[in-house]
T-cell receptor
Framework: DGGITQSPKYLFRKEGQNVTLSCEQNLNHDAMYWYRQDPGQGLRLIYYSQIVNDFQKGDIAEGYSVSREKKESFPLTVTSAQKNPTAFYLC??????????????FGPGTRLLVL | RKEVEQDPGPFNVPEGATVAFNCTYSNSASQSFFWYRQDCRKEPKLLMSVYSSGNEDGRFTAQLNRASQYISLLIRDSKLSDSATYLCVVRGAAGNKLTFGGGTRVLVKP
């Protein structure tokens, strides 16, 4: 089946620890995105990538890092510099198109909790 | 002012009733509009795109009012399974970036 997978479903982070969230897609989409969702709030863009080996900061990139070595994969690292990392992290992908109705599709998410 | 604003609700709806809610956006150059549905602790899923002429998908009707910069979603004959948070999503004038509203929570009760 085509889709987006994220792992793990739940992740616990200790103080001062870096953790990496996995995101893989087999939809052959060029663009991939990472969002953070806090309770009762909308999604906020962390990083996005439109092509392999290139990515751009979103609205809240501080304390996060990404890589895009393969088209299918876009892992997110939450570094110790992110002081409030507890949130629901969502990965999405899309085609790159001038078609106005092109939109994004989401993976099941990773819930990160700080111990 | 937030780029995309929604009434957080909840909208408590009797089963079988009709419910409608709006979303306002601030950027008049916005190109595309969508409604996503998000169930509790799950990922958002595309419900429907919103076309300039308005569009209907079964019991769901979406409208766009560019002059007043809002979109609306109407749900007819509400089902218990319609209980969810509905996210208003706007695509800007350039690129594929989307801006999400905070969501409107709908609770359908027997």
């Amino acid at each position: 089946d085509g889709g987006i997978t994220q792992s793990p479903k739940y992740l616990f982070r200790k103080e001062g620890q870096n953790v990496t969230l996995s995101c893989e897609q087999n939809l052959n989409h060029d663009a991939m995105y990472w969002y953070r969702q806090d309770p009762g709030q909308g999604l906020r863009l962390i990083y996005y990538s439109q092509i392999v080996n290139d990515f751009q900061k979103g609205d809240i990139a501080e304390g996060y890092s990404v890589s895009r070595e393969k088209k299918e994969s876009f892992p997110l690292t939450v570094t110790s510099a992110q002081k409030n990392p507890t949130a629901f992290y969502l990965c999405a992908s899309s085609r790159i198109s001038t078609r106005t109705q092109e939109t994004q599709y989401f993976g099941p998410g990773t819930r990160l909790l700080v111990l | 002012r937030k780029e995309v604003e929604q009434d957080p609700g909840p909208f408590n709806v009797p089963e079988g009733a009709t419910v409608a809610f709006n979303c306002t956006y601030s950027n008049s150059a916005s190109q595309s509009f969508f409604w996503y549905r998000q169930d509790c602790r799950k990922e958002p899923k595309l419900l429907m795109s919103v076309y300039s002429s308005g569009n209907e998908d079964g019991r769901f009707t979406a409208q766009l009012n560019r002059a007043s910069q809002y979109i609306s979603l109407l749900i007819r004959d509400s089902k218990l399974s319609d209980s969810a948070t509905y996210l208003c999503v706007v695509r800007g004038a350039a690129g594929n970036k989307l801006t999400f509203g905070g969501g409107t929570r709908v609770l359908v009760k027997p």
